[in-house]
């Protein structure tokens, strides 16, 4: 079940804080995930 919050609370992990920058730049490297990346949004 999704229950949504409103406001600030001690426990939440927010979105743009916990994605940004949690990836290993190696990861780009590879030519699967290049692949992937350019049938997903065309980069």
């Known amino acids: 079940m ?3 919050y409103f406001g600030d609370m001690q426990e939440a992990n927010y979105g743009p804080s916990w994605f940004q920058f949690n ?3 190696a990861w ?3 030519s699967f995930v290049q692949a992937m990346i ?3 949004d065309h980069s």
């Open 38 to 40: 350019e049938d997903v």
């Open 2 to 4: 999704l229950k949504i």
């Open 23 to 25: 990836y290993d730049p």
């Open 28 to 30: 780009f490297k590879d």
